[in-house]
């Protein structure tokens, strides 16, 4: 299952908020991120992937042959 970030945080009923809040960085930032995920550091999405409880895997999109 791959997920964006935007799906993620919604398939776990969170908001911009308390993603931002579990990162420590501004609600613009956070939906920066959402928009431009390239942007997310590996620290992050460890981060994301224990607030959303969602396998950091899930959060990488790798190419189908990889």
Not at 7 to 22: P, Y
Request: one cysteine or more; charged letters at 35%; aromatic letters at 6%.
């Amino acid at each position: 299952m791959k997920l964006s970030l935007l799906e993620a945080r919604r398939l776990r009923g969170k908001t911009q908020e308390e993603c931002a809040k579990a990162l420590g960085v501004t609600v613009a930032t956070y939906r920066k991120l959402e928009r431009r995920p390239e942007l997310l550091k590996v620290r992050d999405l460890q981060i994301l992937s224990d607030f959303l409880q969602i396998s950091i895997e899930d959060f990488l999109f790798l190419a189908e042959n990889q």
